[in-house]
């Protein structure tokens, strides 16, 4: 069996073969650092955790993911707060990996950040202008598309729909319109660095270029991120790439995950329907989250309602209700392995749909099951496999106490309030909202007094 990969450059399902036999390089477009994530971020994040949690089973991964700490958007949030770009930066970096760590999503091998890469990308703008792709320009260095005959490979566009992709008002500086930005100007309040170019800041596209060369070598095995990227950030980070290394192949393969709407329209902050992670982990547990969405095929849409977690955590309860009550030693643990089928769905282009039906399949056995040996047996697949899809990770009686059967727990209620008072010293009203509802919801009232809240079953 082989590892098949819709590669979006060869607009096709392909056999996946790494450069190096038995060595698999990896790199992901991570955030860039100035928000917290929204469930679509989270998107990518879980997908290619999946992916890289099925390729250490075969090969010896290393996968970068990098974080975008300097960029436009994060000087803006900065002039808008008030607050110290580092400030900024350093807070969303770490919220960002507890938010994705909530998800189930492990640490990738390597996390770069751009401000810490910034003479490899002024190497690398070096050799683009001394080989003849790049041009400097009032100050600016530029990328000359016209001296790569490729460009437009990956994203299939022709010259006229990559002016508009290109989204720029044209400056008078460039050649042509399309040509993208290496380097810029920074003025004295923004952040900057020396250059031979004078003292200014690099364009996101080389900071990719320069962590993937720096961490993972000219070529890489696989390229993710969301489609929204393929034009321009991974067109642009892929032509400056070859035309650094002499032509050498970028990326072996290149994947793109679907976009998640909320009923059916785009997340945007302009809309108000941004759902953050930050937010929802704190009355929806991890892996429910996690599940929804694995539930779709990475590569199609996925339409995020109520509706999308209410099943997640009903499938999760169904899970976690296999499980319970059997005891698994550890060597059966140790032991176990998910079942062939569901490997092989993953395997087949991160088949999660697929997959997660087999994982039911041995639910349903066991249940069926009557034998002591065979139960133990087969729950012992089932967290093998949840160990592999990053689920089942709780022990079943700690997830019943927690999110089903309506009724909570004393414990759980008293967790619950002192998150929400935590909220409320935060000023954060919403989510203290949310809290009181969900309190509401499971039969529980509220009293505010002043020395505190108290609570009643109603
Ligand atoms: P950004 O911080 O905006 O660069 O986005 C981080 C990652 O999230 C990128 O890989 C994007 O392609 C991806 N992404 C952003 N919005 C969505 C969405 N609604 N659905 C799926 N992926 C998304
Ligand atoms: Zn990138």
Redesign the pocket.
Request: hydrophobic share 40%.
């Given at each position: 069996m082989t590892i098949k990969l819709h590669d979006t450059k060869q607009g096709t399902k392909v056999t996946f073969k790494p450069l190096t036999e038995g060595k698999v390089t990896m790199y992901l477009?991570?955030?860039?650092v100035y928000n917290y994530?929204?469930i679509?971020?989270a998107?990518?994040a879980v997908v290619f955790d999946l992916l890289a949690r099925l390729l250490r089973r075969r090969y010896t991964l290393t996968f970068a993911r990098n974080f975008?700490d300097v960029d436009d958007k994060i000087n803006a949030a900065s002039a808008e707060t008030g607050k110290p770009i580092n400030e900024i930066t350093e807070k969303y970096k770490r919220a960002y990996n507890a938010d994705m760590g909530a998800l189930g999503v492990l640490a990738p091998d390597i996390e770069p950040c751009a401000t810490d890469h910034i003479s490899e990308m002024i190497d690398m703008i070096k050799t683009l202008i001394d080989k003849g792709h790049a041009y400097e320009a009032d100050g600016h260095v530029l990328f000359d598309v016209a001296s790569d005959p490729e460009y437009g490979s990956l994203s299939k566009r022709n010259l006229r729909e990559m002016i508009a992709g290109a989204r720029v008002e044209v400056a008078p500086y460039k050649k042509a319109p399309h040509d993208f930005v290496l380097w810029k100007p920074s003025t004295p309040e923004l952040p900057g660095w020396d250059s031979p170019w004078g003292r200014g800041r690099p364009g996101w596209h080389i900071e990719c270029s320069a962590m993937a060369a720096k961490h993972l070598g000219a070529t890489i095995d696989i390229h993710a991120?969301?489609?929204?990227?393929i034009f321009p950030h991974h067109e642009n980070e892929m032509s400056q790439s070859t035309c650094v290394h002499d032509g050498q192949v970028f990326a072996r393969h290149w994947l793109h995950?679907?976009?998640?709407?909320f009923h059916h329209e785009?997340?945007s902050k302009s809309l108000g329907n941004v759902l953050l992670v930050h937010d929802l982990i704190k009355t929806i547990p991890g892996e429910v989250l996690r599940l929804a969405l694995l539930s779709a095929h990475y590569r199609q849409p996925l339409d995020w309602s109520d509706e999308t977690i209410d099943q997640a955590a009903k499938m999760l309860d169904r899970l976690y209700g296999a499980v319970r009550g059997i005891e698994v030693s550890d060597a059966a643990r140790r032991n176990a392995e998910p079942p062939k089928a569901l490997i092989a769905a993953l395997e087949n282009d991160l088949n999660t749909p697929k997959a997660l039906a087999e994982f039911f399949a041995i639910a349903r056995a066991l249940n069926k099951a009557t034998d002591d040996d065979e139960r133990e047996g087969i729950a012992a697949t089932m967290y093998a496999t949840g160990d592999l899809l990053g689920l089942l990770q709780d022990d079943p009686e700690t997830w019943f106490a927690g999110h089903v059967e309506g009724e909570l727990s004393s414990d759980e209620i008293e967790k619950i309030l002192e998150k929400r008072h935590a909220a409320k010293l935060e000023k954060d009203y919403a989510a203290a909202d949310t809290f009181r509802d969900q309190l509401a919801e499971a039969g529980v009232q509220i009293e505010d007094g002043p020395d505190g809240s108290t609570w009643r079953r109603t």
């Amino acid at each position: 069996m082989t590892i098949k990969l819709h590669d979006t450059k060869q607009g096709t399902k392909v056999t996946f073969k790494p450069l190096t036999e038995g060595k698999v390089t990896m790199y992901l477009c991570g955030p860039t650092v100035y928000n917290y994530a929204h469930i679509g971020n989270a998107r990518p994040a879980v997908v290619f955790d999946l992916l890289a949690r099925l390729l250490r089973r075969r090969y010896t991964l290393t996968f970068a993911r990098n974080f975008t700490d300097v960029d436009d958007k994060i000087n803006a949030a900065s002039a808008e707060t008030g607050k110290p770009i580092n400030e900024i930066t350093e807070k969303y970096k770490r919220a960002y990996n507890a938010d994705m760590g909530a998800l189930g999503v492990l640490a990738p091998d390597i996390e770069p950040c751009a401000t810490d890469h910034i003479s490899e990308m002024i190497d690398m703008i070096k050799t683009l202008i001394d080989k003849g792709h790049a041009y400097e320009a009032d100050g600016h260095v530029l990328f000359d598309v016209a001296s790569d005959p490729e460009y437009g490979s990956l994203s299939k566009r022709n010259l006229r729909e990559m002016i508009a992709g290109a989204r720029v008002e044209v400056a008078p500086y460039k050649k042509a319109p399309h040509d993208f930005v290496l380097w810029k100007p920074s003025t004295p309040e923004l952040p900057g660095w020396d250059s031979p170019w004078g003292r200014g800041r690099p364009g996101w596209h080389i900071e990719c270029s320069a962590m993937a060369a720096k961490h993972l070598g000219a070529t890489i095995d696989i390229h993710a991120g969301g489609t929204d990227l393929i034009f321009p950030h991974h067109e642009n980070e892929m032509s400056q790439s070859t035309c650094v290394h002499d032509g050498q192949v970028f990326a072996r393969h290149w994947l793109h995950n679907g976009f998640l709407s909320f009923h059916h329209e785009k997340m945007s902050k302009s809309l108000g329907n941004v759902l953050l992670v930050h937010d929802l982990i704190k009355t929806i547990p991890g892996e429910v989250l996690r599940l929804a969405l694995l539930s779709a095929h990475y590569r199609q849409p996925l339409d995020w309602s109520d509706e999308t977690i209410d099943q997640a955590a009903k499938m999760l309860d169904r899970l976690y209700g296999a499980v319970r009550g059997i005891e698994v030693s550890d060597a059966a643990r140790r032991n176990a392995e998910p079942p062939k089928a569901l490997i092989a769905a993953l395997e087949n282009d991160l088949n999660t749909p697929k997959a997660l039906a087999e994982f039911f399949a041995i639910a349903r056995a066991l249940n069926k099951a009557t034998d002591d040996d065979e139960r133990e047996g087969i729950a012992a697949t089932m967290y093998a496999t949840g160990d592999l899809l990053g689920l089942l990770q709780d022990d079943p009686e700690t997830w019943f106490a927690g999110h089903v059967e309506g009724e909570l727990s004393s414990d759980e209620i008293e967790k619950i309030l002192e998150k929400r008072h935590a909220a409320k010293l935060e000023k954060d009203y919403a989510a203290a909202d949310t809290f009181r509802d969900q309190l509401a919801e499971a039969g529980v009232q509220i009293e505010d007094g002043p020395d505190g809240s108290t609570w009643r079953r109603t």
